[in-house]
């Protein structure tokens, strides 16, 4: 009988591309120290939640998925929570499932009140979603981006839904950012009106307190801000990186300069510019070393830049890094970077392999390449 469940067992991870472990192995893992991505399967395999070591940076397991998520993010409950915001190109998601690292399981899916959950925030006990279309706009022609709020208690695992916070005033207006301050205090979002592909209206960045849930600011700015990951925040400042349509793309928006704005939390002025190599595609600010670390969409600027956040200015480059994907912080004084091919980036170079490099922000390099070809990684609000 062990003969054949070790046959079944290792024809399972053949057909799936997937480990299998039980819920006794996941209990033994230390979930301060691992990060989630998402492994991308082949012809012949299945896609992956991938579970990952971060003090030794390797892959300690894997969970076959049946749905093509866009977005990870890990919490204080250390649950991880997956949106999915197209079920296919034509149709739109409202899944966001939620799953529990000590049971190998999703044992909640949050069926969002609008349409396609683009990003989730957790902060104090509260799940933050981002939509691409409000509730209240589901019935127009609007399609105004919004906020869903939600109490999550995960210790009895129950999401109970709050309210809805419409980003565009009922006109369609588009909100991709979101990220949350060191201290838990503020949630911000930028936003901007969308007549065509075209032409910008009005662009806001709105803060959230995350105490009583309501927008507490809003700021009319002259750019247009909210790249997918081109926005940070510390305790005292706000790094933005602006944003235009990238030519011949449809519906695809990019940076449009060398810049990143930065903003004062206390009334949301305008205080510094910081020039960098280039487009600034991609910002993560790590607080106890007071700096923000910028990737590039110019594919002749192959590094990282390191900026030092107590006088905005760029100290060091990290590189080389080619076609990257994503960039995670993931504790232990270490950035995640994924690197391959993707539709918007040119093919590796022969003598590179896809992976997530692993970089020492002690001693400002590359030390490790974690093999596999990864979409997503978890964005990180448990630190």
Partial sequence: MKIINGFVLILLILLTGCSYHSAKDAMKVDLKHVTYAIKWGSVASKDCLVQIDTQKDII?????????YGEISVGKSNAVILSLPRKSYNSMGRDVDIFNPATNKINNIIKV?????????EANNKLYVGTYCAKSDLESAAFSSSIEIYNYNSKKNETIYVKDINLGEHRRSDSYTQTLTPDKKNVYITAYELFSLDKFGRSLIIEIDTSSNVITR?????????TSYGIAASNTKLFLSSLDKYPGAHDNYYPTDNTIYVFDRKNLELTDKITVADFPQQLVYVEHLNRLYALHR???????????CNNDKVIKTIGPIYSPKMMSYVGNNKLYVSVGNNMF???LPSSETPGILVIDLIKNSIIKKIPGDFGPMAIHYNF
Avoid at 298 to 308: A, S
Wanted: proline share 5%; net charge negative; charged share 30%.
């Fill in 218 to 226: 809003t700021k009319d700015t002259e750019k247009i801000f909210g």
């Fill in 113 to 121: 009140q609008g349409l396609s959950p683009i990003r989730v925030t």
């Fill in 345 to 347: 980036q040119p093919a």
């Fill in 60 to 68: 300690l397991r894997d969970y076959e998925i049946k749905k093509s």
């Fill in 298 to 308: 110019n594919l002749d600027v192959q590094y990282m830049e390191v900026i030092d």
